[in-house]
């Protein structure tokens, strides 16, 4: 079946502007993940999404950050004037459950490039 | 705080050698402890994963890693690695349930096979 979708693959922006980042998980998958790989910094967690529950926002490096997850499927992370130093590839995962058992399937990530 | 720490940035190895990838890992609680394969221009593939029971775990592509608690370590070995297997390994530890089912990365290892 399909896996976890992102786009656009690569986006280079303006500092200063604002950007837009998709996600689709695999359908019916509860739980979805955004984490951020950059150099330096390594892969880190910035906000997870479980059915209806409130996100976890707790790894967002600032409020520029922001994400929703429509009815519970597509995820779209937004960054706000954005940052030479948010330059990064943002990945995306799912999985079934939330919980270490079920494994948290990634996207191919998103590249962005931050002028 | 949870954390995860992968000492080796870069190993070379020969096709045909063994392999072995260092992770020390701290958390609070009964750690999910993982072992991510990232391929140039790829996505974040599974390789294995510990929960309970056996320490010593077999995943994919001939891998295997072993649990010790008392050394807080959970290293990859592979007996005879493949040229394939060149890629950016990374050890990620995470929790049972909800926000905590987060993964914490390790800052990961890049292998080159040489043949």
């Known amino acids: 079946g399909a896996g976890v979708s992102q786009s656009p693959s690569n986006k280079v922006t303006e500092k200063g502007k604002d950007v837009e980042l998709r996600c689709d998980p695999i359908?019916?998958?509860?739980?979805l993940y955004w984490y951020r790989q950059s150099l330096g910094q390594g892969l880190e967690f910035l906000i997870y999404?479980?059915?209806?529950?409130?996100?976890?926002k707790s790894g967002l490096p600032s409020d520029r950050f922001s994400a929703e997850r429509t009815g519970g499927s597509v995820s779209t992370l937004t960054i706000q004037r954005t940052q030479q130093e948010d330059s990064a590839v943002y990945l995306c995962?799912?999985?079934?459950?939330?919980?270490?058992?079920?494994?948290?399937?990634f996207g191919p990530g998103t590249r962005l490039t931050v002028l | 705080a949870q954390s995860v720490t992968q000492p080796d940035i870069h190993i070379t190895v020969s096709e045909g050698a063994s392999l072995e990838l260092r992770c020390n890992y701290s958390?609070?609680?009964?750690?999910?402890l993982f072992w991510y394969v990232q391929s140039p221009g790829q996505g974040l593939q599974l390789l294995l994963k510990y929960f309970s029971g056996d320490t010593l775990v077999q995943g994919i592509k001939g891998f295997e890693a072993e649990f010790k608690r008392s050394q807080s370590s959970f290293n990859l070995r592979k007996p005879s690695v493949h040229w394939s297997d060149a890629a950016e390994y990374f050890c990620a530890v995470g929790g049972n349930t909800g926000t905590a089912s987060k993964l914490t990365f390790g800052t990961g290892t890049r292998l080159q096979v040489t043949l």
């Open positions: 995962a799912s999985s079934l459950w939330a919980g270490g058992y079920n494994e948290q399937f």
């Open positions: 958390y609070g609680a009964t750690p999910y």
């Open positions: 359908s019916g998958h509860t739980a």
């Open positions: 999404f479980q059915g209806n529950s409130a996100p976890d």
